[in-house]
């Protein structure tokens, strides 16, 4: 409830350990230590810290990984929703945000 | 500097006053989308054709950052188009990408001035950027570096590895802190049209439209929309970890309505500021939507959050704000004329 932790169990975060070929991409992108290497495989050890940023997706080379990649911003789902598009920081009306 | 190519800019490792102002002006959001550099590429020292090459975005502050740290060292930095975005937001929308990564290595020709074909990247550029794409298309092979500038020099003495430390996006006081500035600056606007409306609607009452009673009633109404702005804006950002949550919506309604508790409690002492309890109560319902709704917008700027988390945050804090703003506007309305 307290600290800097988001929403639990709401994550879109998925990993195919079949597909895994142990190169610790995933591990060296994350910015929130999702992943630990497990006996030369990747393995998801804490999925409510991921924030989908999608950085590990982009850098698997065996494509293992899945993730509905976003910016966790309201503003941005707000500017989407006005405009009917995905959320987007793209705040073209807006020059002073993000 | 001469260079097998011509002439490359070279920049200076240590930040003059210009560039602090600089920095602190965009903090206030004065001018942030131009604050740029033109990409290319750029020297630190005297770099020669084995020294490493650092890639970093076209916002003048990610260079700033970056080239402060390397005082006395020799790099080569190469900065990206990224329309004036940092690194991190840069990449989120892509404009840090592969695709820009591959044609600026062209544009510059780096493979003629650098004899090697390593890239350094920041680690948070990964969001934008797959270096198994850069490889197999350019023969370029990426190596992320740490999360934060101030870490480079050990990530470079140590052999080019992170310590698993480097790679945690965290987010402290100091970073809530210094972002202070810039959220009130863009919540400004909304805080200047919610003031108009209620100056407007200050003059009624049960005996018609007084340009008088806009003296008095607007000036409280003003003091709870400033209590609102701040409590959602500065003071639950910096709160975050210690206000209850995990949604940032519950954590700004927690402060606006301990903001607008305080204010309002100088009433049941005796004789307070406001002119009935209807006019009391309504705020207590607008200060924490408003403080809420900014809280929540807070998202963007904080380091952790999920697009999914966000959404799910909305679907149950937006109706709430909706509904808690309404209502208390009606109450105010309400109030105005008994």
Known sequence: ?98 | MDTPIGKIPRVKARLTSRDWYGSWKVRWAIGRTRYRVPPGLYAVGAPTHESPVLVTANYKMSLDLLRSELAGHDAWIMVLDTKGINVWCAAGKGTFGTAELIDRIDRVRLSDVVSHRNLILPQLGATGVSAHAVEDQSGWRITYGPVRAGDLLAFLRAGRKATPEMRRVRFPLFNRLVLVPTELAVSSKYLLIVAVCFLALSGLGSTGYSVHQIQAVGSRSLLMLLAAYFAGAAVAPVLLPWLPGPAFSLKGAFVGLLAALVIISRDWAGPGIFDNPLEAGSWLLMVPAVASFLTMNYTGSSTYTSLSGVRREMHFAVPAQIGAATIGVVVWVVGRFI
């Open chain 1, 1 to 98: 409830m307290f600290g800097l932790r988001y929403l639990t169990h709401v994550v879109t975060l998925e990993l195919d350990e079949q597909k895994c070929n142990g190169c610790r991409m995933c591990v060296e992108v994350c910015p929130h230590a999702v992943f630990e290497i497990v006996e030369k495989r990747a393995k998801i050890i804490d999925r409510d810290a991921c924030m989908e940023c999608g950085a590990c997706a982009m850098n698997c080379p065996e494509g293992a990984l899945v993730v509905n990649a976003g910016v966790g911003c309201a503003t941005a789902v707000i500017t989407g929703a006005i405009r009917g598009t995905e959320p987007t920081c793209d705040c073209a009306a807006d020059p002073d945000c993000c």
